[in-house]
């Protein structure tokens, strides 16, 4: 593996610098430069296929840029890191395991004990009302539970960085918001840096501290806005409907490009 270098600006958690990602003849994101301080509850915002995905994949260590440079900890990001945890819409819990034995399974590869691990996932599933399943697979679990799972598992290793990709998507709304107040105080006790994708704009005003609206593909970064709002949020605050009417009007705009885009191409191609 060629050795890293250090060229992220101080204080960044996470930096995008200029980046450009592709898939053979696609461009996912272009030219897209983004610096999250340490410590910043940062959301990602914009239509279906503008590349957000992508960027976490890049921040993860799963993808290398075509183009720019990423870091992540101070350092280029070379591959996957310890300090990095990606949690999905899908939980990826192992089935085959016991829900304690899958919040076990990060303190086990960092070395800890096996007694010891159990022990310490025992204590995280008490802190968030899942002792009563803690022997139980994950497939007994609801969908909420298994997310809770998800979260305990990331956050059981102590990461510095957490990628979240649409994880409460699949959830009902009671759930959602329960989840959601969960994260908020796992990452407030925590001081982790969290970038996450939502489609739901309720979430995103919700949650943080800043939001990056993106085009429609090849994705970049249209606006950032940051929201000052003290917290616990009220979905009353004019504030933040107003943040909230402008994200609708970008994602109207994003779609009414990409239907452009689109009939455009058709026509082309047509002649």
């Given amino acids: 593996?060629?050795?890293?270098?250090?060229?992220?600006?101080?204080?960044?958690?996470?930096?995008?610098?200029?980046?450009?990602?592709?898939?053979?003849?696609?461009t996912a994101i272009e030219d897209v430069s983004l610096r999250v301080p340490a410590g910043e509850f940062t959301v990602l915002i914009g239509p279906s296929g503008?590349?957000?995905?992508?960027?976490?994949?890049?921040?993860?260590?799963?993808?290398?840029?075509?183009?720019g440079f990423v870091t992540a900890h101070g350092r280029e990001v070379t591959g996957p890191s310890r300090d990095t945890a990606l949690i999905f819409q899908q939980h990826n819990l192992f089935p085959w395991m016991t829900t304690e034995a899958n919040v076990a399974y990060g303190l086990r590869s960092?070395?800890?004990?096996?007694?010891?691990?159990?022990?310490?996932?025992?204590?995280?599933?008490?802190?968030?009302?899942?002792?009563?399943?803690?022997?139980?697979?994950?497939?007994?679990?609801s969908g909420g539970m298994r997310q809770r799972v998800a979260l305990v598992r990331a956050f059981a290793t102590e990461p510095t960085l957490l990628l979240m990709d649409e994880p409460f998507g699949a959830l009902d709304h009671q759930t959602r918001k329960i989840m959601q107040a969960y994260l908020l105080s796992t990452w407030r006790d925590s001081g982790a840096t969290v970038?996450?994708?939502?489609?739901?704009?309720?979430?995103?005003?919700?949650?943080?501290?800043?939001?990056?609206?993106?085009?429609?593909?090849?994705?970049?970064i249209a606006e950032t806005?940051?929201?000052?709002?003290?917290?616990?949020?009220?979905?009353?605050?004019?504030?933040?409907?107003?943040?909230g009417a402008r994200l609708e009007r970008h994602l109207a705009a994003a779609a009414e490009a990409a239907e452009f885009t689109?009939?455009?191409?058709?026509r082309l191609a047509s002649r």
């Fill in 1 to 26: 593996m060629p050795a890293t270098r250090t060229i992220a600006t101080p204080n960044a958690a996470v930096e995008f610098g200029r980046v450009t990602k592709t898939f053979g003849d696609v």
């Fill in 50 to 67: 503008c590349g957000k995905s992508t960027l976490l994949s890049l921040a993860a260590g799963l993808e290398a840029p075509t183009e």
């Fill in 110 to 141: 960092r070395g800890m004990a096996r007694r010891e691990a159990l022990a310490r996932a025992r204590e995280l599933l008490a802190m968030v009302g899942l002792s009563d399943f803690s022997k139980k697979p994950p497939t007994a679990l």
């Fill in 195 to 220: 970038v996450m994708v939502t489609h739901d704009l309720d979430e995103a005003l919700m949650l943080a501290d800043r939001l990056v609206l993106f085009t429609g593909q090849p994705g970049r």
């Fill in 225 to 243: 806005l940051d929201i000052a709002a003290p917290r616990p949020r009220s979905r009353d605050d004019p504030g933040l409907r107003e943040i």
């Fill in 262 to 266: 689109e009939a455009e191409r058709a």
